[in-house]
């Protein structure tokens, strides 16, 4: 049996996707903390480090670091590593910008705490149903 449970977000880039759910307490920064050829979260000590964005919803509190970053989930998106959604409590200017350019969709305003690491969600727009197992 599992739980269902539907939270809703503000728009940053519209689109629907779907995968598991990678959680993350922490910030990320993409340029440097995640290999934009693999996918890979390479910063050290980071709660992720060493597991792939790749193909998941990536849902963190929000984005920190080096504009570059927004370059980063594009050269994601083309290496075919990019996540495949990204959910934020609150959405910053370097992740929106890559997400807007690498067409990933984004939501922010999220309780992410509501969210746990492997739950399968789905973002449709503002609309997250979020998929527990167990």
Do not use: C, K
């Not at 995640?34 to 963190?60: I, M, N, W």
């Amino acid at each position: 049996m599992s739980d269902i449970i539907t939270l809703q977000g503000r728009v940053i880039r519209a689109g629907v996707a779907e995968g598991p759910a990678l959680v993350s307490t922490a910030p990320i920064g993409f340029f440097g903390g995640v290999d934009p050829d693999s996918g890979v979260v390479l910063e050290p000590g980071h709660p992720l480090h060493g597991r792939t964005v790749a193909g998941s919803v990536l849902v963190f509190p929000t984005g920190r670091g080096s504009t570059v970053g927004s370059y980063t989930l594009l050269r994601l998106q083309r290496s075919g590593h990019a996540p495949a959604a990204i959910v934020n409590i609150e959405s910053e200017a370097i992740v929106a910008v890559g997400a807007i350019i690498a067409d990933i969709p984004m939501v922010d305003r999220v309780d992410i705490a509501a969210i746990q690491d492997g739950d399968w969600v789905v973002v449709n727009d503002g609309t997250l149903v979020v998929r527990r197992q167990g």
